[in-house]
């Protein structure tokens, strides 16, 4: 009979292709909700800014994704750190709900008015993120107090709370700017 050799499947590893498949399912739901613009483009109105922070919060999902691999290790340490890695993608998951609604066939679509409907729930979730983001960087990664990781979560909560309170225009459109340019610097920094 012949010798069957195995390959040991690290168990952290394993944990990581868990939290991976359902980071693909939220990242299907984005490329989901794209697919829906563009298939129902004779019926929606697109607002530019709706579809500026579909792409930031993608970026920062994916940003989440990369992040994991380094800290692979830890998951394994304990339950609680795998558990609470899983809080991270449940938000993106829901935060792209409220980004995309479900497109109804000769329904016109005015994304202008859906975004600042439901501006509300998808900053709410952002700032929870936020902050799981904080606790994710002190309990698991063991930074500082005081960290680059931890100045960007702390800006992003401020920028999510006033994007949460303040409906003015002009305010969202540099809210967003800003946001967008610290998550590039962030991610260059990081990377």
């Known amino acids: 009979m012949k010798e069957e050799h195995f390959i040991e499947f690290p168990f952290a590893d394993y944990l990581?292709?868990?939290?991976?498949i359902i980071v693909g399912y939220v990242v299907t739901e984005f490329f989901a909700g794209w697919g829906?613009?563009?298939r129902n483009r004779k019926q929606i109105?697109?607002?530019?800014?709706?579809l500026a922070w579909t792409i930031n919060f993608f970026v920062q999902l994916i940003e989440n994704w990369w992040w994991l691999w380094g800290n692979r290790l830890k998951l394994?340490?304990?339950?609680?750190?795998?558990?609470y890695t899983l809080a991270s993608p449940l938000l993106f998951y829901l935060i792209s709900v409220f980004l995309?609604?479900?497109l109804k066939e000769?329904?016109?679509?005015?994304?202008d008015d859906y975004f600042y409907k439901n501006k509300k729930y998808i900053f709410l979730?952002?700032?929870v993120l936020m902050v799981v983001y904080f606790i994710n960087n002190l309990w698991i990664r063991k930074h500082d107090l005081i960290s680059i990781d931890n100045m960007f979560c702390i800006s992003g909560f401020v920028f999510g709370l006033l994007n949460l309170f303040i409906n003015n225009r002009l305010y969202q459109v540099i809210s967003f700017?800003?946001?967008?340019v610290i998550l590039l610097i962030y991610t260059y920094i990081n990377s």
């Open 45 to 50: 109105k697109i607002y530019w800014l709706h």
């Open 125 to 127: 979730l952002f700032c």
């Open 16 to 20: 990581l292709v868990f939290i991976s």
């Open 36 to 38: 829906g613009l563009i």
């Open 76 to 83: 394994a340490e304990n339950a609680g750190y795998f558990f």
């Open 177 to 180: 700017s800003m946001g967008f």
């Open 100 to 102: 995309f609604p479900t």
């Open 106 to 111: 000769n329904e016109v679509h005015d994304f």
